[in-house]
């Protein structure tokens, strides 16, 4: 999360002060405001023909070597299906259909203050898996055994995936 010392604008020393009920950085001389918005992030949930989910394992930090859904931040020109389907493209070598929306889940984060985890379901036509980017590794797992995932947000939608596709 990061605090500035002057206005990314005018330059000028930022002060805090209480504003739209949160203590908030702004700046007096130009009228910024430095709001602590999440970071927008797509999880991409991918099952098999035989009802397998799919997961990679980390190849970065944060939770390296730990499995989890496929998936990453957002760029400023995609929309989140578009994002989900490049980012599923980069880690599995997976071309991704989007389907439903999962949902969503808020999550602290020691970098970004707080991400927002938006869960869309992919469809796939063809499951030749090929790890690339972030990922060391991707496989398809057995719902009632899944590797333990770091993220609390991405264990919540795996749970709402889990309900609504009856696999639980």
């Known amino acids: ?9 005018c330059k000028e020393l930022l002060e805090e002060s209480f504003i739209e009920g949160k203590d908030r950085q702004h700046c007096k001389e130009c009228g910024w405001i ?6 927008p992030v797509v999880s991409c949930l991918v099952s098999n023909g035989k009802g397998e989910l799919l997961l990679i394992k980390r190849g970065i930090e944060p939770c390296l ?4 859904l ?11 299906p578009e994002a989900g389907a490049r980012e ?5 070598g ?9 949902g969503l889940s808020m999550e602290k984060s020691r970098i970004y203050g707080s991400i927002l985890t938006i869960g869309i379901e992919y469809k796939v036509e063809k499951y030749d898996l090929n790890p690339g980017d972030d990922a060391e590794a991707a496989a398809f797992f057995d719902t009632k055994n899944l590797p333990k995932n770091p993220f609390k947000s991405q264990r919540e939608l795996v749970e709402k995936f889990l309900e609504k596709t009856g696999k639980q």
């Open 88 to 92: 599923l493209l980069e880690e599995t």
């Open 34 to 39: 430095h709001y602590l918005n999440p970071v």
């Open 65 to 68: 070597g730990a499995w989890a």
């Open 70 to 80: 496929p998936g990453g931040y957002m760029e400023i020109d995609e929309t989140s």
């Open 1 to 9: 999360m990061i605090n500035f010392k002057y206005c990314p604008i």
């Open 94 to 102: 997976l071309d991704g259909i989007p389907g439903r929306l999962v």
